[in-house]
């Protein structure tokens, strides 16, 4: 597992995108390194990128600044395939609260994604299990999901798999649990009676499935569930923590999340960084954090420099001299 360690949600909103990620300006690093995914696995209309996305605060820096190298040329999402994480149960899907009317706001609108590319769960179905079974159906049609986004909640929530939840639970009805209900209250004027009691979620098993995982932890009040998710077991209390488990899992964080881990963790994690930046070198590490043979390192570094002639039009190459191992 990796930890990438930012001096605050601007700059883990940006980091979450580039193949130099450690030269690139604090604002434009979580954003970079999805552009980067998936520019570098150059999706096709028969072989689309297949993005798991979430909602909450946690994400919208990111979804900005994803919109902002869409309208830039950048990135396309033209042959990327979305599927959200979930839905609230019972409330229409143009309601202001709804998680269709969030990500619209946030994201889908501003970015050239095709409608038919756009997977979310119908919390209106008539048959809920069976929407549940669909969903899950849906993202294996698709050869499952490429990388899957995610934040937490203070108690290391994902999705709705809230304390207590199978670590090996599919896509499901959740009910929420009461402290959940209350705290929704504020998007529905202080009226419980019209907070939803249940949601459509994927699992923790959904969510570990994908080929790689990233979740984005920010502020001392989830601090403490980044400690119990890097320092101790797994716990299905603590359903962050299963990323322990997953073989390309990314956790981006800000120094106030990390106000309950060892001194002693944070300079590690920090310290494995600056062997990969100062060291080793950089552009001889691919996005995931793997060695490069250097024939692939030209063929990135041209990737990487795509959709960015704009902005150096009439500019020199700056030509760049590749670090040595030994």
């Known amino acids: 597992m990796r930890l990438v360690i930012r001096q605050d949600y601007d700059e883990v909103s940006a980091w979450t995108g580039k193949l130099n990620i450690y030269k690139v300006h604090p604002m434009e690093s979580s954003a970079h390194y999805i552009k980067e995914r998936i520019n570098q696995f150059q999706p096709t209309e028969k072989r689309p990128f297949v993005l798991g996305l979430p909602t909450g605060s946690s994400p919208i820096g990111c979804y900005h600044r994803l919109a902002e190298f ?184 800000d120094e106030d999340a990390t106000l309950e881990l060892h001194v002693k963790t944070v300079k590690y994690f920090k310290s494995i960084e600056h062997v990969h930046q100062s060291l080793i070198g950089q552009e001889n590490l691919g996005l995931q954090g793997q060695l490069l043979p250097s024939d692939k390192v030209r063929s990135l570094a041209r990737l990487s420099n795509h959709g960015r002639t704009l902005e150096s039009e009439g500019e020199p190459a700056k030509k760049k001299t590749r670090r040595s191992l030994q």
Not at 230 to 244: D, L
């Open 70 to 253: 869409c309208k830039s040329g950048q990135l396309s999402f033209r042959n990327v395939v979305t599927f959200n994480m979930d839905e609230c149960v019972g409330i229409p899907r143009n309601h202001k609260e709804s998680y269709y009317s969030f990500m619209q706001t946030h994201l889908f609108k501003h970015i050239d994604i095709k409608p038919e590319n756009i997977n979310m769960l119908n919390g209106n179905a008539e048959d809920l299990d069976a929407e549940c079974h669909r969903y899950e159906a849906a993202m294996a049609a698709h050869g499952g999901i490429e990388l899957f986004l995610g934040g937490i909640g203070p108690d290391g929530h994902i999705a709705f798999n809230e304390p207590g939840s199978s670590l090996t639970s599919r896509t499901r009805v959740k009910t929420l649990a009461y402290e959940t209900i209350i705290a929704n209250t504020r998007f529905f004027d202080g009226d419980i009676d019209r907070v939803p009691k249940l949601a459509l979620t994927v699992g923790v098993a959904t969510f570990m499935d994908a080929r790689e995982v990233c979740i984005m932890i920010t502020g001392a009040h989830k601090s403490i569930a980044l400690a119990k998710c890097i320092e101790e077991g797994v716990n299905h209390m603590w359903s962050v923590s299963a990323i322990q488990m997953h073989p390309k899992g990314l956790v981006v964080c």
